[in-house]
C-alpha cells in the first residue's frame, strides 16, 4: 500500500485508468470509450433502486443512469479538485443550472456576484428570478462587506465566480465561506477560469465547485462539458437525482472520453497558459494604444495580494481596453492573424472576444456601463503558442490604434 500523496500531475494522467476494464483480462491502459446506450443484467431483481446502482461496483442498467468511461472522468475529477464527488453534465451551463435547482425553492434568496459570465445572470434573472420566484441579490462582491449585508434568513445560497468573466475580479473565497458557514447557507463557485490546477475553493470553504469542462479542462474545443464537485453527500444526493433523472442532463461517453484525455495535459498547458499571459500583459500594460490591462498576476491589478494568497497560479485570461471607439476596436480585431474573434477559452490556441457584443451582449446597455463593459473592452484565452509569435501579431495590430 503506498504511503504518500499523489501530486495534481500525477493525478491529471493516472487517476480512474484503473478499474474500468472492458472484460475480465483485459487492462486497458487508457480508459476507453464505452458507448453502449444499455446493459445486460444477469437477472430480475424486484429489490433493485436504480438510483442507487454502483458503478464503482461494476453496476450498469441504461447509460443514462451511469456509464464507464463518465464514471472515470467523475472520479478523476473529484481527485483534482480533492472532492469526494463529482458529476460530468452536458454543459457548464446544464452543471450551473443544476447545482442552483438543487439548492433552491421558490421564495429562496441567492446573493450573486454582479461581474458574472453573461448567460449565468441572464439564467438568475429569467429563469430564477422570473419564472421560479427566487429572489436574487447582485453585489460588488469585491467587498465581502457587501455579501454580508446582503444576507438575509431566506438566503439558500451565495454564487461566485473568481475571476470574473470579463473583468478578472476577485473575491475572497475563505471570507465568503465563513459568511456562508455563519448563516447556514451554501456557498459555490464558478473555478472554470483557473481549473483544478490552480485553485481549489473547497479547500478554502466553498460546499459545492461547478466547472465548464469546455475550457481548460478539456483544453481542445472540440468537446462541450460540464462539471460539478462537492464533499458534501446531501448536496451530491440532489444533484445526483437531477443529472440521472430529474434533468438527463448527463455528458456523453464520447465527450467524457475527450474531457478525460484532455486532462493528461492539464498541468503542462496551464503552466504554459500562464507564463504567456503574463508576457502578454506586461506588453499590453506598457502599450501606448492600451488604457489598462486586467489580469491578477499583475502587481498593477487591485486584488494582486489576494490572488496571490488563495490561486497557486494566475491563468491564461485577461482583458484590456484599447484607447479607442468600436469601429477601432472593430479595425485591430481585423488586423489580427493569430487571435481568431471568437467566443469561449481555454483551448490550447489563442482566441479573442469582444464581451459588449459577444458574451455579455444580452445585458442592457446600462448594465454593461455600470459594469465597466466598454465597447473597447476585449477579453483574450492565451494558447500555448509561442509567445515570440503572439506579441508580434498584436504589436502589428496595436499600429492601428
Keep these: 500500500m503506498n504511503d504518500y500523496e499523489l501530486t495534481r500531475e500525477t493525478l491529471a494522467v493516472t487517476h480512474g485508468e484503473r478499474g474500468q476494464a472492458p472484460a475480465p ?12 446506450s444499455t446493459y445486460s443484467v444477469p437477472d430480475v431483481d424486484p429489490d433493485a433502486d436504480l438510483e442507487l ?42 452543471a450551473i443550472t443544476a447545482t442552483m435547482t438543487a439548492m433552491i425553492r421558490p421564495g429562496d434568496h441567492i ?53 470574473t468573466n470579463p473583468l478578472m475580479h476577485l473575491c475572497d473565497i475563505e ?25 481549489n475553493p473547497l479547500s478554502l470553504g466553498a460546499d459545492v465547485v461547478v466547472h465548464s469542462t469546455t475550457k481548460y479542462l ?27 433523472v430529474g434533468m438527463g442532463s448527463m455528458l456523453s461517453p464520447f465527450d467524457s472520453y475527450l474531457t478525460l484525455r484532455g486532462i493528461k495535459t492539464l498541468p503542462l498547458r496551464m503552466r504554459q497558459h ?22 491578477p498576476g499583475l502587481e498593477s491589478h487591485p486584488q494582486h495580494e489576494l490572488a496571490a494568497r488563495q490561486q497557486s497560479g494566475y491563468g491564461g485570461v485577461l482583458s484590456f481596453e484599447l484607447d479607442t471607439d468600436l469601429d477601432g476596436t472593430a479595425e ?37 456601463d455600470r459594469l465597466g463593459i466598454s465597447n473597447s473592452l476585449l477579453r483574450m484565452s492565451v494558447g500555448v503558442e509561442h509567445v515570440d ?13
Design 111 to 163: 446573493v450573486a456576484f454582479e461581474d458574472l459570465y453573461g448567460g449565468t445572470k441572464t439564467m438568475l434573472n429569467r429563469l430564477f428570478a422570473e419564472r421560479l420566484d427566487v429572489d436574487v441579490t447582485f453585489v460588488d462582491a469585491t467587498d465581502v462587506a457587501n455579501v454580508e449585508d446582503a444576507m438575509r434568513d431566506e438566503t439558500r445560497l451565495i454564487w461566485m465566480e473568481t475571476p
Design 53 to 94: 446502482l454502483d458503478p464503482d461496483a461494476g453496476e450498469y442498467l441504461y447509460s443514462r443512469l451511469s456509464n464507464p468511461t463518465r464514471n472515470a472522468l467523475e472520479h478523476r475529477l473529484a481527485a483534482l479538485e480533492g472532492a469526494e464527488h463529482a458529476l460530468a453534465f452536458v454543459s457548464g451551463t446544464a
Design 25 to 36: 483480462g483485459v487492462e486497458d491502459v487508457v480508459v476507453p470509450l464505452h458507448l453502449s
Design 175 to 199: 471570507a465568503i465561506a465563513a459568511i456562508a458557514d455563519e448563516w447556514d447557507t451554501i456557498f459555490g463557485v464558478d473555478n472554470t477560469f483557473l481549473s483544478p490546477y490552480f485553485q
Design 332 to 368: 485591430f480585431l481585423g488586423r489580427l492573424r493569430e487571435f481568431p474573434l471568437a467566443v469561449s477559452l481555454g483551448g490550447v490556441e489563442s482566441l479573442i472576444e469582444h464581451p459588449a457584443t459577444m458574451t455579455h451582449s444580452p445585458l442592457a446597455q446600462t448594465e454593461r
Design 274 to 295: 500562464e507564463e504567456n499571459a503574463m508576457e502578454i500583459a506586461r506588453f499590453l500594460e506598457s502599450h501606448d494604444a492600451v488604457t489598462r490591462v486586467l489580469y
Design 389 to 401: 509569435d503572439l506579441l508580434a501579431d498584436l504589436d502589428a495590430a496595436l499600429a492601428s490604434v
Design 218 to 244: 478539456n483544453g481542445h474545443s472540440d468537446s462541450i462539458g460540464g462539471a460539478v464537485v462537492t464533499n458534501r453527500d446531501d448536496i451530491m444526493d440532489e444533484l445526483a437525482f437531477l443529472q440521472r
